[in-house]
């Protein structure tokens, strides 16, 4: 038999059960057909975090982040880039703190950028400051 891994779909929100052995192979969603990995993070809002954060089988990254923040908007380029090298493994997600002022503060965010990774709904680790890219996939690779 093989692993079947849960996946929520970034589109319609629907769980998708994909064969472990099907993930590099872009898998579409069975609701609503669109590609469950677009090679991009995922916008989270409260209305949608615990879904991917719990129900997804697959470890989250989250970028906790602002538009007025430098930092963040030096860093958007590199996590963009890191999402195209991490999945299907691992889902790459960003937080506007700003606009989510709930999820920054249950997760006791103090300075941003930070990263968390998440599994299962907890959190594994956490990285405070911004990275370039190759110190963002080195961190993520090295946590899961």
């Known amino acids: ?13 629907s769980i998708n059960r994909v064969p472990a052995a ?4 872009q898998p579409n969603c069975g609701q609503c057909h669109a590609p469950l990995f677009t090679g991009h993070p995922i916008a989270l809002t409260a209305a949608d975090f615990d879904l991917h954060a719990q ?4 470890p989250l990254v989250v970028d906790f982040w602002a538009s007025w923040c430098g930092p963040c908007r030096m ?9 195209q090298m991490l999945e299907p493994q691992v889902r790459l997600a960003k937080v506007n703190t700003e606009e989510e002022q709930a999820l920054a ?3 006791g965010i103090s300075s941003i950028p930070t990263l968390v990774l998440l599994r299962g ?13 190759q110190d963002i996939v080195r961190w993520v690779r090295s946590k899961i």
Do not use: D, N, S
């Not at 038999?1 to 929100?13: D, F, I, Q, S």
């Not at 129900?55 to 697959?58: L, Y």
């Not at 860093?75 to 999402?83: F, G, L």
């Open 1 to 13: 038999m093989t692993e079947t891994l849960h996946l929520v779909c970034p589109h319609c929100r």
């Open 22 to 25: 099907r993930l590099a192979g």
């Open 55 to 58: 129900r997804a089988e697959i």
């Open 75 to 83: 860093m958007a380029p590199a996590y963009e880039q890191a999402a």
């Open 105 to 107: 503060a249950r997760f």
């Open 121 to 133: 709904g907890r959190e594994l680790a956490r990285q405070p400051g911004a990275l370039g890219l």
